[in-house]
């Protein structure tokens, strides 16, 4: 079997996790198959399309390294890949079911439809459109009467990768729309119609499509059809791991995590983490690797929770894996602008004391700003430091006053300035988190900064002298 799998979603807004989770999954498939990955977009309701998601779904992809083999502004043998360029074929395939008697004209009003299911109620059944088929349909006509799909109940088993073993009884089958009275396919038909012409082996889509899948079931025996091989990946919880991950816990336009400073390999890694492991401890992937250890076998059929902490700390860890060389493009959009006047190895000497506790590259302006202005005065950060706050203004006057005079008698290389500032820890008799706290605060007005004595050999002694007088004299 040729392996092919698909993306195709509907152009309804931003690409969020769950999508690009659909998306990855089914392009690992492709990719470790040596198979083709394509991209359909499924704009048949045009009610809820949104302008510019096409393009944004693309860009999304690309951005991603996610390439497909053919898509919208890809040609391929596929093609083409929008539904709504594809209407005669759904229209051909119609008229084949209307011939072999397994598809109608619905001349039902709305009205009539709501009265059905107020009957049914009453009567104490579930509604079911097949009950109350029309004893005589119309002829079907393009853009007049939607066509309805006449069901032939039965049960149904099916196995689905990710899901198992899965069964439905013929309660669950029912006539339902191929057509809409605009035209236009319904997800229902359009997707099969185009899953066969594609030849796509692998459908990987939501669970919100299992309680449908006897439908389908049934549709490919009336086209005669092979339906191919069906996973349903868990959803994508939100943070209390009790719902599905909305826009209300969070869930941000995959661009944004680009824009803010994640890097492609990490969120992949990530992604592809929610739901799968690959039976082992590990947990940090670089994307070769998780084209060789995927599979869609070890996806849990739970669903996942998403974590940002996790994110933030499985970025952090990719940022410390980079070479010097990939760190400082990756870093060269985010500095601030502070440091436009500053040559790039010095910039490269900051970036390489920030990158232990970079957790993404937005972070850069708070973490390094300091090394290239002088800051106002914060005196909420001695106040806010719980050890700090408890000595009073003499006291902390005096121990930088000993930092001064120590620092000035320096000549600001690494090594003098660590033998200074541990000397300092035995003539204060102050432990290095009361110490070593007051100096970086004097020195980098900044709640946390990379390590003391690489700080101040970068700040250079005459900037950190002049910092150091400027927080003694205002306490």
Do not use: C
Request: glycine share 6%; no cysteine; charged share 25%.
């Amino acid at each position: 079997m040729t392996v092919k799998t698909r993306f195709a979603p509907s152009p309804t807004g931003y690409m969020h996790v769950g999508g690009i989770r659909t998306a990855l999954f089914a392009w690992l498939v492709a990719r470790q198959n040596n198979g083709r990955f394509i991209l359909r977009i499924e704009d048949t309701d045009k009610n809820r399309q949104v302008e510019g998601s096409i393009e944004h779904i693309i860009q999304s992809l690309k951005v991603l390294g996610l390439s497909y083999d053919a898509g919208p502004d890809k040609p391929g043998p596929e093609g083409p890949f929008k539904q709504s360029e594809r209407l005669n074929i759904y229209h051909e395939w119609a008229k084949k079911l209307i011939s072999s008697g397994r598809a109608y004209a619905d001349p039902y009003s709305k009205e009539e439809l709501d009265a059905f299911r107020k009957q049914d109620n009453a009567n104490h059944h579930p509604f079911l459109y097949r009950n109350h088929r029309p004893e005589i349909t119309p002829n079907w006509e393009y853009q007049v009467l939607p066509l309805r799909f006449k069901a032939e109940p039965k049960a149904y088993s099916w196995h689905d990768v990710i899901m198992g073993d899965l069964s439905a009884g013929e309660e669950a089958i029912d006539d339902f729309i191929l057509i809409k009275s605009d035209g236009y396919p319904t997800y229902n038909f359009a997707h099969i119609i185009d899953d066969y012409e594609m030849q796509i082996s692998h459908i990987i889509r939501g669970q919100e499509f299992i309680a449908s899948t006897p439908n389908y079931l049934n549709l490919y025996e009336a086209l005669g059809f092979v339906p191919p091989i069906l996973a349903t990946p868990p959803p994508v919880l939100g943070p209390s791991g009790n719902k599905k991950l909305s826009k209300r816990d969070g869930a941000k336009d995959i661009l944004e995590y680009i824009n803010e400073g994640y890097l492609v390999p990490a969120l992949l890694n990530f992604i592809a983490s929610l739901g799968w492991n690959d039976g082992t401890t590990k947990e940090l992937f670089s994307v070769d690797e998780l084209i060789q250890s995927f599979s869609l076998e070890r996806v849990g059929k739970s669903g996942a929770r998403f974590d940002e902490r996790r994110l933030l700390w499985m970025n952090g860890a990719h940022i410390r894996n980079l070479t010097p060389d990939d760190l400082d493009a990756m870093a060269k959009p985010f500095w601030p602008p502070e440091a436009k006047d500053y040559d790039p190895a010095y910039l490269h000497k900051v970036l390489l004391l920030v990158q232990e506790r970079l957790k993404y590259f937005g972070e850069i302006p708070e973490l390094t700003r300091f090394f290239f202005s002088d800051l106002e005065l914060n005196p909420e950060l001695i106040s806010a430091n719980s050890k700090l706050s408890a000595l009073n203004k003499a006291q902390l006057k005096g121990l930088l006053e000993q930092a001064q005079a120590s620092l000035e008698q320096s000549d600001f290389s690494l090594a003098d300035l660590s033998f200074r500032l541990n000397s300092l820890l035995e003539t204060t008799a102050q432990p290095a988190g009361i110490l070593f706290s007051l100096i970086r605060i004097a020195t980098t007005q900044a709640p946390a900064s990379p390590p003391l004595a690489e700080s101040l050999e970068l700040i250079g002694k005459e900037r950190s002298l002049a910092r150091l007088k400027q927080q003694i004299d205002a306490l």
